[in-house]
């Protein structure tokens, strides 16, 4: 008896062994990253003639150091985590939505239609009416090139980006049109923008005097939802499953197709209402340059929040005080604000280059657990 359960010890330790490598490294890879980046950031200010340790500090103070920045920096991160979300539940599905921008967009075109149409609704149920328009609208969006990669295997990054040409374009011609503020028409100046919404269907204020919106909140809340979806319904699973092994999932019995043109379609739904909360929440009406690029930033923090969407949030926000904190170093150093787009895409290399070593590395742990296991057994 008493060797029968020294026999079976070994692999209760085992199951039991948490792999604290594999944990430090998912820790200290976000850290890392940043750091990193910003070193090479401080090169490049260097070469620019600019002191960096001055623009770091602006960079910092701006996106930190008051009310007003720290607001500010929540306003940034809310269409980035709601878009995070979305980038994470395709990614989950092994497929890539680079059609964010495009989602935005339309989420954006129909908030103002559907609120400027129905203005004589009431608040209490004006906003979810519009919230759930503008989810529709990007959910069509992220539909068409989820239907084509499933019936025509049409390549999901080219449809995609095809598809932000064409939001683009439809929100121009709209704008110079159909939507365009007929106070503007009247006055001459015909500039393009959209008439200002009805107060009812604007967010309300969390902190008075800044921009600081309730939408926030409901990001927050949003990304708790992703992540039950995720991790504790059926339909998660079989997302995750179609994302980790596809031809496993197939023979599992899981479409595949309808899946991942599902992941598409959600993620055009974050993506839309990214674009609602823009217009109803900050903005007040449609204008040009609406999504901020957002559908790009939106994919940054989705990888730097390690592709989970409770992660996501603080990525969100420390990307969105950096896009808050970039304006002010440009003004007290005189560099370009997209310096920190170099940031972020120095950021992403990083952390999917190291994600990638860790996860070999786990791999030839894994490998080496096993065949030990395999002598022992011998």
Known sequence: MKANRAAHSPKRGRR??????????????PVLAVALALAIGAGLLWLLHADPIKAYAALIGGAFGTTSGLTQSVVKATP???VALGIIIAFRANVINIGAEGQIILGALMATWFSLTFHAWPGLLL???TLLMGFLAGATWGFV?????AQLRVNEILSTIMMNAIALQLMNFLLSGPLMDPAEVTAGTFIAQSARLPQQV???RLVP???????A???VVLAGVVYILLWHTTIGYRIRAVGLNPEAARHAGIPVPFYQALSLTLAGGFAGLAGVVEVIGVQHRLVEGITSGYGFSGIVAALFGQLHPLLAIPAA???GSLLVGADIMQRAVQVPAALVNTLLGVVVLVVVGADYWVRRQAARRGAATHANGEVDNA
């Open 145 to 149: 090139p989820g239907w084509l990669k």
């Open 209 to 215: 005097r800044t921009q600081l919106h309730i939408g």
């Open 317 to 319: 926000y420390l990307f």
């Open 16 to 29: 039991a062994r948490v792999d604290w490598g594999a944990l430090a490294s998912g820790l200290l890879l």
């Open 202 to 204: 604007w967010l309300a």
């Open 80 to 82: 980035l985590l709601l």
């Open 217 to 219: 909140i409901l990001a």
């Open 127 to 129: 906003i979810p009416a």
